[in-house]
T-cell receptor, first 114, second 113 residues
Framework: AQSVTQLDSQVPVFEEAPVELRCNYS??????LFWYVQYPNQGLQLLLKYLSGSTLVESINGFEAEFNKSQTSFHLRKPSVHISDTAEYFC????????????FGKGTTLSVSS | EAQVTQNPRYLITVTGKKLTVTCSQN?????MSWYRQDPGLGLRQIYYSMNVEVTDKGDVPEGYKVSRKEKRNFPLILESPSPNQTSLYFCASMQRESPYEQYFGPGTRLTVT
């Protein structure tokens, strides 16, 4: 069975500091991996995804994530965060053969302060 | 504009009073799903549907019903709501092929007293 573990429930950082949100998954087959972001009082939006090819994927707002098959990880990073990055971040995995449900981690709350 | 809509956005009700939360998507997606979001638990899937007239239980289906009579609509029904169903509910839809991106509705905040 697949599962997703987000290792930190809350990550407080100062503005312009680097940040890493950690995600590990377990699966017996190849997977597709996603990071979703939920800004306060809003729904979820796709931030970035790994389907195949380059293991380093980037978003338009400066986040990047690296798929590491040997460590079964998909950590999210940003070299310099902004106040506006304050949100809850969810790592998710989907089984790419059966097309079954998207399985979410429990989320990491990123709080950026000045 | 491609979107998933949910109604109502906010609902306060009493125990036992049947309610329906509607979900509609305009992207011709085959796959639709309902999730509930609770603090510290993340998102948990309630039910999903791979296509019209095909529905399956997710991780937390107890106390909920769904139907998929049309491709665009996927209502969530609570026949006898209880306080433990107080939560934030999200509907999502997706095309059943790469890139497997789920599009989420804005959420429905339900309070059962």
């Amino acid at each position: 069975a697949q599962s997703v573990t987000q290792l930190d429930s809350q990550v407080p950082v100062f503005e312009e500091a680097p940040v890493e949100l950690r995600c590990n998954y377990s699966s017996s087959v190849s997977v597709y991996l996603f990071w979703y972001v939920q800004y306060p009082n809003q729904g979820l939006q796709l931030l970035l995804k790994y389907l195949s090819g380059s293991t380093l994927v980037e978003s338009i707002n400066g986040f990047e994530a690296e798929f590491n098959k040997s460590q079964t990880s998909f950590h999210l990073r940003k070299p310099s965060v902004h106040i506006s990055d304050t949100a809850e971040y969810f790592c998710a995995v989907i089984h790419n053969q059966a097309g079954t449900a998207l399985i979410f981690g429990k989320g990491t709350t990123l709080s950026v302060s000045s | 504009e491609a979107q998933v809509t949910q109604n109502p956005r906010y609902l306060i009700t009493v125990t036992g009073k049947k309610l329906t939360v509607t979900c509609s998507q305009n992207m011709n997606h085959e796959y639709m799903s309902w999730y509930r979001q609770d603090p510290g638990l993340g998102l948990r899937q309630i039910y999903y549907s791979m296509n019209v007239e095909v529905t399956d239980k997710g991780d937390v289906p107890e106390g909920y019903k769904v139907s998929r009579k049309e491709k665009r609509n996927f209502p969530l029904i609570l026949e006898s709501p209880s306080p433990n169903q107080t939560s934030l509910y999200f509907c999502a839809s997706m095309q059943r092929e790469s890139p497997y991106e789920q599009y989420f509705g804005p959420g429905t905040r339900l309070t059962v007293t």
